[in-house]
């Protein structure tokens, strides 16, 4: 699936979808660096795209929350 994500980015690279399809698979990944580069190329892309800023917003808060997690369990 991500060989499939980036050769569509490569054909079409205005193609904001392709992105965020790539950006959840980083995610589930455990790659979110990469998952974030997505997101924000995708809202690059389309600003008003809801699905990147919710993908975006949910990075961000799993983020805090492990972090928060790790720290609680130190």
Known sequence: ???ACSQAIALTPAREGAYVNRGNLYAKMGKPSLARAD?????????SSAL?????????WDEEHHYVALLTNY
């Open 1 to 3: 699936a991500l060989a």
């Open 52 to 60: 990147a800023e919710r993908n975006l917003s949910a990075l961000r």
């Open 39 to 47: 997101y924000a190329k995708a809202k690059e892309l389309n600003p």
